[in-house]
Structures are given as C-alpha cells and as structure tokens.
C-alpha cells in the first residue's frame, strides 16, 4: 500500500497493484478502470495486465450485445451501489475501489482453470483493500483537478454513431484526437482504424439498454485524459419510425461546469446541501439570501460554508470562487 500511496496518477496506482497484489492473491490477468464518481461506469485509464485477454474481450464485443451485459464487462458496474467485492464465479471476483461511499475504480481478477477458485478469506482480503485504494485514487483526482488547463485538446466536440449490435458505422467532429487523449489499455477495434476505449462502448451499451427498458435512454460519463482535462461522454439512444431503438449517439467534448461540479464534490467530500449553498456563493449571493432560498437559518449557512473551504483548503468565499471558476474556465 505504500508503493501505492506514493504513485503520482491513477495509471501508476493500477500498475503498482498488478505488481503487488499476486504475492498475497494471485491472478492470472486483470482489469483495472478509472470509475466514474457520479454514474459509477467505467471511465479512464483503465490497465489490462494480460494481451490474450484483451483480444478475447475484443471478440466478445464484436460477438454479441445480451442483455446490456456485454463481455461481461458492464457487469462489473453493476456492482458499484451494492457491495466491495462480487464473485463472478470461482475463478473472476470484481471489485469496487470506494472511498466514503463513492465508487472511485472498479476491479476484475481472474484465475486459469487450472488454479484454484478464489477463497472466503481471499474475497476478504480484497474487500480490504478497496477503501485504502479508492481513497488514494481520490486524492490524486483531487490533485488533478488543481493543475493547470491543458492545451493541447480539442476545441470541438467528437461525434461517434453505432447500430443497435453497438457497431461504429459513423464519426463526425474531433473524434479522433480526443480518442487519442485518453490513457487506456482496453479497446474495442472498429471498421474506421480508430480503437475506441472500452469505457465509451461501454457508456453506448447502458444508454441503449436504458432505452430498452423504457428509460431515459440517455447516460453520460466523466472521465480524465491522461494529463487530467476531464471529459464529459455522452451517450443517448437514437430510435427509429417505429420509435424503437435502433442506435447510440455519443459526443465527447471537454466537461461543462454542471457535468464536472458532481467530480468535484465527490473528491473534496462535499456533501449535496453543501453544493447548494455553494453554487448560490459562487453567484456572489449573501448569507441572508442564500438562508431564504434554501429555508434554512443563516448560522446553518455559514457553517455549511466552513465546512466546504475547509475540505477544498481555502480560506475566504473569494478564494473558493476563483479555485471552482478556475477548474471551469478549463472548458474551451
């Protein structure tokens, strides 16, 4: 855990844990992403430890979409509100890196048939490790989102069409230097020379399964490039005349204050009634005002107030206005 500790990007933190971990559980090959704080799906980077592996799970894509579970890798989020650790067999158990509740990466680790299926005590020991690895990836998402803008990525957004096998049948926009930003291991291959980042199929894959099931039909995804620009993915199931679903939509662009802010609390600990006494502070409303509003008293306010310069380490309404302005200003 030490090693971890000191890793300087989540990236480092994966590797570190592919290292280490097998001399106390071992695995045959595994799978570590990124997991978005506010949905829970898998997000960027994402560490494959083993190329056979990967090339199956590229085929699997290709093979099938069942029942919004495809790979078997979307079923990795379905553990996020639930539990730590789930067995997905005697030789697969997934984990969730949580810290405070809140998902910060997810896990798969895999045995040969030839190995032993994994033990009680074995489970035990993994669901022991999630709060102190979700809690160091935390940290250095807090530490991302104080670093300067990058440069360097697109201004417009990137555009990506799929059928209903979720299939790439069409691009549009900067699709390409945004796929290229990301630091992952995991793709799956398409018609277009352009592999895209398992994460993004997989936020296809929950949109047209929601719209499946008579919901929204729409999912969005937060995720940081590899020099921690965060990324909003969004993913909306198109229909048909018939008013079926036939399709996914998905635009990448740089994420806009309303998609980040849900980051941004969950890595400094901010609670909801917090975020709202500070999007009324950001507008530079006064305590009073904010009391009324809310229906609360004016001593609640500022103690709600404390507590958030507190957690993101400023001193004054001023300095917490420039620090989330400043993170927002990063969107082109």
Do not use: Y
């Amino acid at each position: 855990m030490r090693r971890a500790s000191s890793a300087t990007s989540v990236r480092e933190v994966f590797e570190v844990a592919t290292t280490r971990l097998p001399g106390v559980l071992p695995f045959a090959n595994s799978v570590w992403t990124a997991a978005d704080p506010a949905s829970g799906l898998p997000s960027a980077p994402t560490l494959w430890d083993d190329d056979a592996a990967r090339t199956r799970c590229n085929r699997l894509w290709r093979k099938r979409l069942d029942d919004g579970e495809v790979a078997g890798f979307v079923a990795l989020t379905r553990t996020t509100h639930s539990t730590r650790v789930h067995r997905a067999g005697d030789r697969e158990v997934r984990a969730i890196l949580r810290c405070e509740d809140t998902p910060w990466g997810l896990v798969s680790l895999r045995r040969r048939a030839s190995q032993e299926p994994f033990t009680a005590a074995e489970l035990r020991l993994l669901a022991g490790l999630t709060e102190p690895l979700g809690r160091i990836v935390r940290r250095l998402v807090q530490t991302g989102l104080r670093r300067g803008p990058e440069p360097t990525v697109p201004h417009g957004p990137g555009l990506l069409l799929f059928d209903p096998r979720l299939e790439l049948v069409s691009v549009g926009g900067d699709v390409e230097p945004w796929v290229s930003t990301f630091d992952d291991d995991a793709h799956v291959g398409t018609d277009f020379d352009l592999p895209l980042p398992m994460w993004i199929v997989t936020a296809a894959a929950h949109a047209l399964t929601s719209a499946r099931a008579r919901g929204t039909g729409h999912v969005t995804v937060r995720a940081a490039t590899r020099r921690d620009h965060w990324v909003a993915a969004q993913a909306s199931a198109t229909r048909g005349a018939d008013a079926r679903p036939d399709g996914v939509a998905v635009t990448i662009e740089s994420a806009r204050p309303s998609a980040l802010a849900p980051v941004i609390a969950a890595a400094h600990g901010i609670s909801d009634r917090e975020r709202e006494v500070v999007r009324h502070v950001i507008a530079g409303t006064g305590t009073s005002a904010i009391a009324a509003t809310l229906g609360i008293s004016s001593h609640t306010v500022r103690d709600h107030v404390k507590s958030v310069l507190r957690k993101v380490g400023v001193s004054s309404r001023a300095e917490l206005t420039a620090f989330l302005l400043g993170i927002h200003r990063r969107v082109p």
